[in-house]
């Protein structure tokens, strides 16, 4: 009799140290599938609204490009709050092969946020709407890509209209589908770099609703080789494009 309550005793402490194990194992689990949020701030001298940017990457996140900017209730743009380095910049850090080494060199990207570029509307002398070495984006609102999720606080430089827009186009190169595929347009070189659209995430905040929480929702894809400023709102083509963000949240001061 005592041996087979010893034996119950310790099939139940076992059962309860697996129980324990599973669920840190979980939590675990949870925990770098969400990841820590890197903290980013720009602008930070801006004399206008307080803008805080929560993004949560999905699951074929992976170094995208992306650009985060203002404009105002009907579409014109305002100024952009950040800016992928390398496209700011106009400098890529895997730009140039010297002696069989990557370095950083000039490279021209006009597919990789062409929404951004054709609505900041500054044409370069080749033609693109991107800037280039001679004529970058300021330091304060240009950065290294965010490998991950992100928490970035920015200040406008002037207090933008009671109703106003943010937007965020954010681009992965070389994430082909079955619709966006590598010989979709074999002779367009920038296309190749791009593959599936950049995609356009968009919030309307009105200052004077009260509410101090937005969420962006996707409004639509750039042009695929960034001939011009469209945006398609059809995103049915897209597949792991709409899964590159998990969650982008708004919160403003």
């Avoid at 305002?78 to 890529?92: D, M, N, Q």
């Avoid at 693109?128 to 430089?157: H, L, Q, R």
């Avoid at 919030?203 to 001939?227: C, R, T, W």
Wanted: charged letters at 20%.
């Amino acid at each position: 009799m005592k041996s087979r309550i010893f034996t119950l005793a310790l099939f139940f402490s076992l059962g309860s140290l697996l129980f324990i194990a599973g669920y840190r194992c979980s939590g675990t689990k949870k925990s770098t599938e969400t990841g820590p949020s890197e903290i980013i701030k720009t602008n930070i001298n801006g004399a206008g609204l307080s803008i805080q940017i929560d993004f949560l990457k999905g699951e074929s996140h992976n170094h995208p490009l992306l650009a985060i900017w203002l404009e105002d209730e009907d579409g014109l743009y305002i100024e952009t709050l950040y800016i992928a380095e390398s496209i700011g910049k106009g400098v890529f850090q895997h730009g140039e092969k010297s002696d069989g080494i990557w370095q950083p060199g000039p490279v021209r990207r006009p597919a990789a946020l062409p929404y951004w570029g054709h609505k900041r509307g500054i044409m370069a002398d080749d033609g693109y709407y991107i800037p280039t070495p001679e004529n970058p984006m300021p330091d304060a609102v240009s950065g290294p890509t965010p490998p991950g999720n992100f928490t970035m606080t920015s200040k406008s430089s002037v207090k933008p209209p009671s109703v106003f827009k943010l937007l965020l186009e954010i681009n992965q190169p070389w994430d082909w589908n079955e619709y966006w595929t590598n010989t979709r347009f074999p002779d367009d070189a920038n296309y190749m770099t791009s593959s599936q659209p950049a995609v356009v995430y968009e919030a309307v905040i009105d200052i004077n609703s009260g509410q101090k929480e937005f969420v962006m929702v996707p409004v639509g894809h750039s042009h695929y080789s960034g001939l011009d400023g469209s945006l398609t709102s059809d995103l049915s083509s897209l597949t792991t494009a709409l899964q590159i963000v998990k969650s982008i949240r708004i919160s403003i001061e």
